[in-house]
């Protein structure tokens, strides 16, 4: 298995929605007019080199509240790395990577104070090199960091999976993984091997720390797409992805079961990374594209979501993936997985949400008691 440290440093930023109108534009240019460069070390190619085998998405927040907000995550000041994403839940919520010069500040953009890095996982397969779905890292890189008390985003796509941790972090990442992994750090586009240090001296081991909070999950009743699009046919959907992300906020017209926390909500995440589109929407909005350019696994698998939590997560709080991924991980149960800046969000089989859903409770019930 390998586990690469791409070159993007990236913030992560959270847009109120009655501010949205003064980033609209800026937001359309990032979504529309990506520069057409060959990769740079600002902008590596790296992970998407090892996502054509399989299909995975990536974007960040949300679930009913009063504000929507909007999730970002861009490059630090050094850099202007091609990594963008974004994900409307009943707030939007985006998560992009722009220039930071092209998202002036504002009493409506929330800025988290880490820098992050981004990691990706792929696994030989034969002669082929395979991305890594989110529960098969559950055991070997998700839980160890919460061990060790890491705080990780994750950040699934159409094509791979990503996962963010704070750049001061990356020290006691190397270490903890290095056992595991044959580490690489991109460097101009290039992988370089990261040198192993067995030596355990600065890093104590893993400790038990206190119990970790056991947040409430809902699980809306909305059904939703994994999709992906030829980049070269984004402009045919433009006026409709604008209409989405930007003017269209009506609650899903999927009808609620009635069963506690089983309304449904609004999401959508879109994720351009690397000439690499990923997309998640509820089956509704999916009608509003054209059929014939957005495309699916060949089972045209629909998914349910379960939502982490009920106040923000914070960033600071580890193993939050970790009580999710873990038991999904035990019951070999496939999932995408979103972090936002409030919330994180699984999307699970459609087929396979009742069962879900008491593997995790049955999870919180004994980190409860």
């Known amino acids: 298995m390998e586990l690469h ?3 993007h440093r990236v913030r992560v930023l959270s847009l109120a929605r009655p501010g949205l109108w ?3 534009h800026p937001l359309i240019k990032l979504l529309f007019l990506p520069r057409r460069s060959r990769p740079t070390p600002e902008a590596p190619l790296s992970p998407c080199r090892h996502a054509g085998l399989r299909s995975r998405t990536w974007g960040r927040k949300t679930a009913p509240v009063s504000r929507p907000d909007l999730t970002l995550v861009e490059p630090s ?3 202007t790395g091609k990594l963008r994403a974004g994900s409307s839940p009943v707030g939007p919520d985006w998560a992009c990577a722009p220039c930071p010069t092209e998202l002036p500040p504002s009493e409506f953009l929330q800025v988290a104070e880490a820098t992050w890095l981004v990691l990706n996982v792929s696994s030989h397969s034969g002669a082929a090199v395979q991305a890594a779905g989110v529960t098969k890292i559950a055991r070997s890189v998700i839980a160890p960091l919460a061990e060790h008390h890491v705080s990780v985003l994750m950040l699934s796509t159409y094509q791979t999976d990503f996962i963010l941790v704070r750049e001061q972090d990356l020290s006691v ?12 750090r991109e460097v101009g586009g290039e992988p370089v091997p990261v040198a192993r240090d067995d030596s355990s001296n600065g890093f104590p081991r893993a400790q038990h720390g206190p119990s970790p909070t056991v947040h409430p999950i809902q699980s809306p009743e909305n059904r939703f797409c994994v999709l992906t699009l030829d980049p070269e046919t984004l402009p045919a959907i433009a006026t409709t992805l604008i209409d ?3 003017y269209s906020h009506s609650p899903p017209k999927e009808a609620a079961s ?8 609004t999401f959508f995440a879109f994720s351009l990374i690397e000439g690499y589109i ?5 089956a509704e909005t999916q009608k509003k594209f054209p059929s014939d350019l957005l495309l699916t696994s060949s089972s045209g698998e629909l998914w349910r979501m379960v939502r982490i939590g009920g106040q923000p997560l914070g960033f600071d709080e580890c193993g939050i993936v970790a009580q999710i991924a873990g038991p999904l991980a035990a019951a070999d149960i496939s999932a995408y997985y979103i972090s936002t ?3 994180d969000h699984a999307l699970v089989p459609e087929d396979g949400i009742g069962s879900v859903i008491k593997v995790l409770q049955h999870r919180q019930e004994g980190l409860g008691s």
Request: charged share 10%; aromatic share 16%; no cysteine.
């Open 77 to 79: 000041k050094a850099q």
């Open 341 to 343: 800046f409030n919330f």
């Open 278 to 282: 990923s997309i998640v929407m509820d």
């Open 5 to 7: 440290i791409l070159e």
């Open 244 to 246: 989405v992300l930007f």
């Open 22 to 24: 003064l980033y609209t």
């Open 173 to 184: 990442v190397i270490h903890t993984l290095a056992q595991e992994f044959d580490i690489y």
């Open 258 to 265: 009635g069963g506690p926390g089983s309304s449904s909500i």
